[in-house]
């Protein structure tokens, strides 16, 4: 079965670089959802999309920004990059909000900042 | 503050035994619970999950009983195989409240013994 597909798999970037990541949900999945994983640490979540449109906020630097396309694929982009933003990022994608309807996670992107 | 929590870094288990793997939570808010997988370079895998109107919920080898007075939940795998040798994070949200995103615990690391 068609998985999460995210790329790319790495990135290395420098400092007050930008950088953008992709996410491709499962098909006929609509709602997609963004999680940070630094080193030794669970996943902390980001933001969220329902039907193209934002649905939920955490944790997100105002450096970064997100959206959903018509293809309910979504980006990530991220500018001035910092240090501290090297971490594993991952997407998951669900049909719906409601009738708990678990999250599958993509393999995820690891951006390293130089 | 850690709203999931899963206080055992690691568990060995002999093949062909019982596994359990334990988490608390302390959001009262929370209403569904999920079970995730997660190799090294690989995403989070689905594994299980239970709505807080239920106590128990089992498929195949795997079960997560729930109990909400504790607010604490357990996944039990049995028999445990060695290629159930991954680390587990338990996951909640609350849906009746409108919040979709996952909180996650910080993981337990199962090793199956052969």
């Known amino acids: 079965a068609a998985g999460v597909i995210q790329s790319p798999r790495h990135l290395i970037k420098e400092k007050r670089e930008t950088a953008t990541l992709k996410c491709y949900p499962i098909p006929r999945h609509d709602t997609v959802y963004w999680y940070q994983q630094g080193p030794g640490q669970d996943p902390q979540f980001l933001i969220s999309f329902y039907e193209k449109m934002q649905s939920d906020k955490g944790s997100i630097p105002d450096r970064f920004s997100a959206q959903q396309f018509s293809d309910y ?29 678990p999250q599958h996670f993509g393999d995820g992107t690891r951006l390293s900042i130089l | 503050d850690q709203q999931v929590k899963q206080n055992s870094p690691s568990l060995s288990v002999q093949e062909g035994r019982i596994s359990i793997l334990n988490c608390d939570y302390t959001n009262s808010m929370f209403d569904y619970f999920l079970w995730y997988k997660k190799y090294p370079a690989e995403g989070p895998t689905f594994l299980i999950s239970i709505s807080s109107i239920k106590d128990k919920n089992e498929d195949g080898r795997f079960t997560v009983f729930l ?28 849906i009746g409240a409108g919040s979709y995103q996952l909180t996650f615990g910080k993981g337990t690391k199962l090793s199956v013994i052969p």
């Open chain 1, 73 to 101: 694929h979504s980006e990530l982009n991220m500018s001035s990059l910092e240090l501290g933003d090297s971490a594993l990022y991952f997407c998951a994608s669900s049909l719906g909000q409601g009738g708990n309807q």
């Open chain 2, 67 to 94: 109990n909400k007075s504790a607010k604490h939940l357990s996944l039990h795998i049995v028999p445990s195989q060695p290629g159930d040798s991954a680390v587990y994070f338990c996951a909640a949200s609350g």
